[in-house]
């Protein structure tokens, strides 16, 4: 069974940095994409980026380059995602989901992580 | 980058009835690489739909969905009280992958 399990919440303040997990089983970590997904309170669902864990391919949305970095260890088979400054709106929920091949036209989201919730203030 | 602007914003529907729920995109989704998920209270989204009309595993046969190139539905017949949620499309043909802003399925 596929599943991912991200970590739990968090509260920060502005500035501090953060790193939030998830980890991937029941599937071959290192051959999938796992893509990050925001939502902040009430709104929709906005496409971060992903990575490739077996070499570390990384693709950010405009909107994020810059902001965050994905990164992932297939060893631990846990993909990551971080803030070196945050900001009070960074304040969101933050899915993972497994993400299929770019090349094979599968790259949509067909198993998701339960939620990172991070909450930011000053 | 692909907009998606997704219709209504809200549908308000009785259980029974049949949803039709529209996406369009700013410009043609090369091979009809649309997707659609529902997301349901405090829950993770759930993939429904793939190449614009293929059920994803374990999506019940009610849930359908049409389209090409610019316009793609998503039709739900036979609503049940579950079905009720927030429905998101996404393009997933060119980088970044976008999604629509949702539409809000409530009971009547």
């Known amino acids: 069974e596929v599943q991912l399990v991200q970590s739990g919440a968090e509260v920060k303040k502005t500035g501090e940095s953060l790193k939030i997990s998830c980890k991937g089983s029941?599937?071959?970590?290192?051959?999938?994409?796992i893509g990050w997904v925001r939502q902040m309170p009430g709104k929709g669902l906005e496409w971060m980026g992903i990575?490739?864990?077996?070499?570390?391919?990384?693709r950010y949305g405009p909107s994020f380059q810059g902001q965050v970095t994905i990164s992932a260890d297939k060893s631990i088979s846990t993909a990551y995602l971080q803030w070196s400054r945050l900001k009070a709106s960074d304040t969101a929920m933050y899915y993972c989901?497994?993400?299929?091949?770019?090349?094979?036209?599968?790259?949509?989201?067909?198993?998701w992580g339960q939620g990172s919730l991070v909450t930011v203030s000053s | 980058e692909i907009v998606l602007t997704q219709s209504p914003g809200t549908l308000s529907l009785s259980p029974g009835d049949s949803a039709t729920l529209s996406c369009r995109a700013s410009q043609s989704v090369r091979s009809n690489f649309l997707a659609w998920y529902q997301q349901k209270p405090g829950q993770a989204p759930r993939l429904l739909i793939y190449?614009?009309?293929s059920r994803a595993t374990g999506i019940p046969d009610r849930f359908s969905g049409s389209g090409s190139g610019t316009d793609f539905t998503l039709t739900i017949n036979s609503l049940e009280p579950e079905d009720f949620a927030v429905y998101y499309c996404?393009?997933?043909?060119?980088?970044?992958?976008?999604f629509g802003q949702g539409t809000k399925l409530e009971i009547k």
């Open positions: 996404q393009q997933y043909a060119s980088s970044p992958y976008t």
């Open positions: 029941g599937y071959s970590f290192a051959n999938w994409w």
């Open positions: 989901a497994r993400h299929g091949s770019v090349s094979a036209g599968t790259n949509y989201f067909d198993f």
């Open positions: 990575i490739y864990p077996g070499d570390s391919d990384t």
């Open positions: 190449g614009a009309s």
